[in-house]
C-alpha cells in the first residue's frame, strides 16, 4: 500500500497499455500548506512546520523537468476524470 500520491501537470507521466494507448487521470487535489524539497523517497510523511507541532499538507519539487505534488493523505484527492487518448 502507497503512503503518498504523486500529481504532475506534464502527461509524460501517464501510463500506456498494448497500441499505444495512455492513460492518465485528470484530478482535483487539495495541496494544502506545501514545502518545497529535492527528491527523498524515503520520506513517509512531511515534514514538521518550523515552530509548530503541525506537519506541512504536502512536498512539492522537479523531476524529469516537472513540477510534482506528493501528498500524504489520499482524502485530499478527487479522482475526477479518467482519459485515454492514443498518439
Known amino acids: 500500500m502507497s503512503n503518498s500520491s504523486s ?35 524515503n ?6 512546520r518550523p515552530g509548530s507541532n503541525q506537519l506541512y499538507d504536502s512536498v512539492s519539487g522537479h523531476t524529469g523537468g516537472s513540477k510534482v505534488y506528493i501528498v500524504y493523505k489520499n482524502v485530499k484527492t478527487y479522482p475526477r476524470y479518467l482519459i485515454r487518448y492514443t498518439l
Open 7 to 41: 500529481f504532475s501537470s506534464m502527461s509524460r507521466y501517464s501510463s500506456y497499455s498494448s497500441n499505444q494507448t495512455y492513460e492518465v487521470f485528470l484530478a482535483d487535489v487539495i495541496i494544502g500548506e506545501t514545502i518545497e524539497m529535492s527528491g527523498n523517497s
Open 43 to 48: 520520506l513517509k510523511a512531511p515534514p514538521q
